[in-house]
């Protein structure tokens, strides 16, 4: 059985599956190089096609995730306006008068803007673009269904992550913005894959909602910015961080005293800002971005606690955007009551077609596969790299040439403190470069932190880099890790880094509170990535390489040959390895 899955909306992506077994995915944003592109994802799937060389005459089914369709405007202009107001509120008062004059009618209050689209003829837009979208695929007659959107979550999760050898009860914790009405939801698995969802929260009581709102008050962009709000968080000092929890954001949102799994909150979650309006104007930022987290690590782990104890079952899994959040995970993995933690990477929607396969294939009587690695998009050979560099006539402007062993040069790179682009095999999907599509350098110097960050990068004063680890190397540089109850492989969760950890890796840890949210990574899932970072502990020392994703600051991360050049010829970067091929600059 072979099926194509679609998430429409922020980040759209594409998923294929056959037989249970997710095959590629891909977000449309790496196609058309828009960050969190809500393009419908027809060059998707039209390259993950091309990848796994099946046409569409192939695709049995076509699945959707989630029950709301709009058109891919709508969300274009819901993201815009979201962050147009960003743009134009550093006073508050101000924003308010002109949200209720002529602004408020051009550009209507975020998530606002999501209830005046939810009007009949907007879904009927919706429904009608995604049927000519299909029809120019040639898949308009192909039998087509919905998943819900947080089934998708809980689905993703549980089936990517599984063990084939562990068929014990689970809890599956889903919860981001909103979804198809619902921010959070609890669910059981029995031993024999049965889903029971045991709680949902309205989307009215989103702590997702609240922590977008927060990171748009802090004047950063909704749905794109949270983790910076989260790398900001530990330079707070943490008197003044309680204080404003305790005034600011413990009054906002709790669990229900009568069903301690859901959650409630004081008026409607997608009107925070206005909350923050009244009551955070003066607070400083840190210890804003201090007391949300806290409330966000405090409130979830209770969450997490209250099922556990409910139902005694100690194996948890997460999926949907919150759960991105890093120094959350932590928290959840040191639970006591936690016995194992699985956390879904990259598990915002762009997670969503691949739970929606899932699900499909379970509807089927089909036993799933989890997934292996995330290396599902594409990829290029060194015969498709070398017609790349003879049509754009490369070796007039670079110095190119082909190294038989070029993790080996790549290695040897690094460990003379050089920065080197690496592009390599399928790539990633997701949000996190896990190596394909990285920009690599020595993690023991900070010189790298700052050569990264000036010439490539521009991120943010305060934000960390994260290091790539050799799975033999995790016990010598993480504190407390313990693969047999979570496994790191995807930069989904964060540990405090050992003194060694400190030393070798200073320039790809948090420079606020020494923790790190590593890729430990191991050779069967990625071989040739593996072999780069043992040879580079051979000539360094050091376990580990300084990984960031591949890309300019504002860009997704790299996918094709074209943006990777483009990525080259945009910034002060030397050595970009394209597959077997060296570019250097002259
Ligand atoms: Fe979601």
Redesign the pocket.
């Known amino acids: 059985m072979k099926v194509v899955s679609v998430h429409l909306g922020h980040n759209a992506t594409a998923a294929l599956a056959e037989d249970g077994a997710i095959i590629g995915v891909l977000s449309q944003e790496k196609c058309d190089n828009v960050k969190n592109s809500a393009a419908f994802p027809l060059d998707a799937i039209n390259s993950l096609l091309s990848e796994h060389e099946w046409t569409t005459d192939d695709i049995e089914e076509v699945v959707i995730s989630g029950n709301d369709v709009y058109p891919s405007r709508a969300y274009d202009y819901l993201f815009e306006a979201k962050n147009r107001i960003v743009d134009s509120s550093p006073l508050v008062s101000a924003v308010k008068g002109l949200r209720d004059g002529v602004a408020g009618r051009i550009f209507p209050w975020p998530f606002d803007v999501l209830r005046e689209f939810r009007g009949k003829k907007l879904t009927a837009e919706g429904h009608a673009q995604l049927k000519t979208s299909l029809e120019a695929l040639g898949l308009g007659d192909r039998p087509r269904s919905h998943v819900e959107?947080?089934r998708c979550?809980a689905r993703a999760a549980f089936h990517a992550l599984q063990p084939i050898d562990n068929r014990e009860p689970a809890l599956i914790f889903?919860m981001?913005?909103?979804?198809d009405g619902l921010c959070a939801t609890v669910t059981k698995v029995d031993e024999n894959g049965y889903l029971e969802r045991l709680a949902e929260t309205p989307a009215s009581a989103s702590l997702g909602g609240v922590y977008s709102n927060t990171t748009r008050f802090l004047g950063m962009k909704i749905l794109e910015h949270e983790y910076k709000v989260m790398g900001l968080a530990p330079y707070a000092k943490e008197q003044y961080m309680l204080e404003t929890y305790e005034r600011v954001f413990k009054p906002a949102i709790w669990l229900s005293k009568s069903n301690p799994l859901i959650f409630e909150s004081q008026g409607n979650a997608a009107n925070f800002y206005d909350y923050l309006a009244e009551t955070a104007v003066g607070e400083r930022f840190d210890n804003m971005a201090a007391a949300l987290q806290h409330l966000t690590e405090e409130l979830v782990t209770q969450w997490i606690r209250n099922a556990i104890n409910a139902t005694g079952i100690r194996r948890v899994f997460t999926g949907?955007?919150v759960f991105m959040n890093v120094k959350l995970n932590r928290r959840i993995q040191e639970m006591e009551e936690v016995e194992q933690a699985f956390f879904m990477p990259s598990c915002?929607?762009e997670s969503?077609p691949i739970g929606a396969c899932y699900d499909h294939a379970i509807s089927k009587g089909i036993t799933t596969t989890p997934l292996s690695n995330l290396y599902l998009g594409v990829s290029y050979s060194n015969e498709k790299i070398e017609a790349f560099i003879a049509a754009h006539g490369l070796r007039d402007k670079y110095t190119i040439e082909k190294h038989d062993d070029i993790e080996a040069t790549i290695a040897g790179l690094l460990a003379e403190r050089q920065i080197v682009a690496r592009f390599a095999g399928r790539c990633e999907w997701g949000a996190r470069s896990l190596g394909n599509r990285a920009i690599l350098a020595h993690p023991s110097h900070m010189e790298s932190f700052y050569t990264v960050n000036d010439y490539i990068k521009s991120r943010d004063f305060w934000m960390p880099f994260a290091p790539s680890m050799l799975d033999t190397a995790a016990p010598k540089y993480l504190r407390d890790y313990r693969p047999e109850e979570t496994k790191a492989p995807y930069m989904i969760t964060a540990y405090a880094a050992t003194e060694l950890g400190v030393e070798h890796l200073r320039a790809a840890l948090h420079q606020g509170d020494h923790t790190l949210r590593p890729q430990v990574v191991e050779a069967a899932a990625s071989p040739d990535y593996y072999r780069l970072i043992s040879l580079f502990k051979e000539k360094t020392g050091v376990g580990a390489v300084l990984n960031t994703s591949f890309n300019l600051h504002g860009y997704p991360l790299v996918a094709t040959p074209e943006q990777a050049l483009m990525t080259l010829e945009k910034s002060e970067l030397k050595y970009l390895a394209l597959e077997n091929y060296l570019l250097v600059k002259r």
Not at 176 to 179: A, E, F, K, L, N
Request: net charge negative; hydrophobic share 0%.
């Open positions: 959107h947080h979550h889903t981001d913005g909103s979804g949907g955007g915002g929607d969503n």
